[in-house]
């Protein structure tokens, strides 16, 4: 019984933290205005002039345009 009880414990958790990494990656790709997310910024940001020694993968950069 005290197992079902951990096991149950830890689906929850790992749900939980499921919803969280959902809601984390939405803010990546996804905004009301264009170019609003997080590596649209990035992207705007290397545009303005930025120097970078690295640089996103391509077809992340792909998803939000």
């Known amino acids: 019984m005290e197992f079902l009880i951990i096991i149950s414990g830890l689906i929850v958790g790992f749900s939980a933290a499921w919803i969280v990494h959902l809601r984390k990656q939405s803010k990546l790709f ?9 590596i649209g910024r990035i992207e705007r940001i290397k545009e303005l002039g930025a120097s970078t020694t690295k640089s996103l993968p391509q077809a992340l950069i792909d998803r939000i345009e």
């Open 30 to 38: 996804e905004s009301t205005k264009r170019g609003d997310t997080i």
